[in-house]
């Protein structure tokens, strides 16, 4: 079972255009440091239901503008690419059908911004929900200073301080969708979205600041996977930490296991991984860690009933209060996770996945 360290040695790169930025170089060392310090962990993922109660009621929907500023656009290309189970969550009314009941009923731009012509406007499109929103960001810029160290000559065996000017670009986007019920008239959600990205450069660093529609594209992107989260069914990913070592006597053989699934899972393989823990088991049954990356294992192929066993028997492998901790939260996943099951398994009831 490993237990060895890893040590880092902290080295200035020589840059010959721009000389050796010294806070840069350590930053990316010290991030090395934290990696080799990290238990690997394993991705697991699974389906979560809308974060938003009372979504499972949107089904066909008419998406309404409310003022020409992008959000009927944004509403509908993330409305229409939700999929689950590789089949649309929702129907969208076409653009032209809506149009045509407009013109049809005579519906004026006024009557329009009223939530009764709305749900009236749903009834004929065959709608069940009215969607909604206000879309917008603005991009603020401010300017500053820092003092950073730089070397004096190749080697770097000299520094300085320097003082270099740098320019901070920040978007801050703004979404505000609305849900109405057809049927009720009711309010099904209402929630504003307020997301921030910024970018920054610094003279002689040589980096160089996003324009301000990818400051603006990437503040929408974040907004749009959290609109989405909140209303329909989605795939949720938790990095789960493996533990390394524990305080039983492992037999060489189940120790040569581990410690090759470890390395796997450090490589991103963890499909081998965790047939090198499963062989490890099958070896030895008595240590805590090889219980509890089990269980991870088990959680991570979807297999929520091996997974409490595994986390129920490294509870009683262990008084280490840090690792009752990781092993509880293993448990409190997994309690969430059926909940979440049985939520999923309603909309399945009603054909909804």
């Given amino acids: 079972m490993r237990k060895e360290f890893t040590f ?29 310090f990290t238990s690997p962990t394993v991705p697991v993922s699974y389906v979560k239901p809308a974060n938003i109660s009372g979504a499972e009621k949107i089904r066909r929907i008419a998406v309404m503008e409310q003022r020409n500023d992008g959000a009927v656009s944004f509403l509908e290309s993330n409305l229409s690419g939700i999929t689950v189970n590789s089949a649309p969550y929702f129907t969208l009314v076409d ?6 009941a407009i013109k049809e ?23 069940d929900t009215i969607v909604s929103g206000t879309l917008g960001a603005n ?49 099904l ?11 920054d450069a610094c003279n002689g660093e040589g980096d160089a600041l996003l324009s301000d529609s990818e400051l603006r594209g990437r503040a929408y992107a974040i907004i749009a996977e959290d609109f989405k989260a909140d209303v329909a069914p989605y795939t949720y990913t938790v990095d789960v930490e493996l533990f390394e070592s524990d305080d039983s006597d492992m037999p060489e053989k189940a120790d040569k296991y581990f410690d090759m699934g470890i390395e796997l899972a450090e490589n ?27 269980g991870v294992c088990a959680e991570y192929a979807g297999d929520i009933e091996k997974a409490n066993a ?30 979440d099951a049985e939520t999923l398994s309603q909309l399945s009831g009603v054909g909804r996945i």
């Avoid at 790169?13 to 991030?31: D, H, P, R, W, Y």
């Avoid at 653009?95 to 045509?100: D, G, P």
């Fill in 8 to 36: 880092l040695t902290l080295s200035c790169a020589v840059v010959f255009l721009s000389g050796c930025n010294i806070a840069k170089t350590l930053q990316n060392s010290l991030e090395d440091m934290k990696n080799a």
């Fill in 268 to 294: 991103k393989r963890v499909d081998n991984a965790c047939m090198m823990f499963a062989k490890a088991q099958s070896e030895f049954n008595k240590s805590v860690a090889l219980a509890f990356n089990n």
């Fill in 310 to 339: 595994f986390y129920h028997n490294a509870e009683t492998l262990t008084d280490d209060v840090d690792e009752l901790k990781y092993i509880i939260l293993g448990e409190e996943r997994l309690k969430s996770r059926q909940t």
């Fill in 105 to 127: 009923q005579k519906f004026t731009e006024s009557l329009l911004a009223d939530n009764a012509t709305r749900v009236k406007l749903g009834k004929f499109t065959g709608a």
């Fill in 189 to 199: 959600f209402s929630k504003n979205y307020t997301r921030s990205v910024d970018t």
């Fill in 139 to 187: 991009i603020n810029s401010t300017h500053y200073s820092k003092t950073v160290s730089k070397c004096s000559d190749k080697k770097c065996k000299n520094t300085y301080d320097a003082t270099v000017q740098c320019t901070k670009h920040t978007a801050v986007a703004v979404f505000e969708p609305k849900a109405v019920s057809v049927e009720t008239g009711r309010i």
């Fill in 95 to 100: 653009r032209s059908t809506l149009e045509k």
